[in-house]
Structure formats: structure tokens, C-alpha cells
């Protein structure tokens, strides 16, 4: 079974979980492999966690859905926003490592990498 690949979003402006943030994970072939929303902690529960449906090497990305959160909670955002789509493309060299991703997120910025989860 393949290591994984696990989310957790985080919205540093206002020290909290991204609870209901739309999350798109894609593979190597641009399929959608998980799609859905951040939940209450601000992990992105799909099988993929456990490494279900990750099979190839290669390039992968995730979309994170930023503008639309933060509209939805309420936060005052410019038309357009600063960020609407916030895409991270990352590769997967070894489909026995767990690979962690955590986004650390503003209005204004993020910050992404290969966390030690």
C-alpha cells in the first residue's frame, strides 16, 4: 500500500482550521483523485490519506479553493481577490513515503511544503 498523501489547511490571519475549504487532489494524468472539503481540524479526510488510489510515480497537484472560503466566512475580500485558486504542484518520487501537506493561509499569502506528518 502507497504511504499517502494528507492535507491540512490552516488560516493564520484568524487562528483557525479551514473547516469547509474545497480541496481538488489530482494525479499524474490530470484525474481528479479526491475531492471534497476540509473538515472541522483542518485535515482533508479522503482515502488517499492511507494512500488508496495513488499508483504511479509523477507530478500530482492539489487546488485549494481559498477566495471562496474566505467569502464564505464573511472576510471582506477585494473583486477580484488577491487569491481565488490557490494551486501546489509536488512530485511523488517514492509511493512508500507518506507525503504530509500543510497550507498555512491569509487573504494575502500562503505558505505550502512537505510537512513531517
Not at 490571519?13 to 479551514?18: F, I, K, L
Not at 472560503?69 to 477580484?80: D, E, F, N
Request: charged share 15%; hydrophobic share 45%.
Amino acid at each position: 500500500m502507497a504511504g499517502g498523501i494528507s492535507i491540512h489547511v490552516y488560516d493564520v490571519s484568524r487562528g483557525v482550521p479551514a473547516a469547509g475549504l474545497r480541496v481538488e487532489l489530482k494525479g499524474p494524468d490530470g484525474g481528479t483523485l479526491a475531492a471534497g472539503a476540509v473538515g472541522a481540524t483542518g485535515a482533508f479526510d479522503h482515502p488517499t490519506v492511507r494512500g488508496e488510489g495513488l499508483r504511479e510515480i509523477g507530478l500530482y497537484e492539489v487546488l485549494f479553493h481559498v477566495g471562496a472560503w474566505y467569502r464564505a466566512q464573511g472576510v471582506a475580500l477585494p473583486k477580484p481577490a488577491f487569491l481565488e485558486i490557490v494551486p501546489y504542484g509536488f512530485g511523488i518520487a517514492d509511493l512508500a513515503q507518506h507525503y504530509h501537506l500543510p497550507l498555512k493561509m491569509t487573504p494575502w499569502g500562503f505558505s505550502l511544503f512537505r510537512g513531517g506528518a
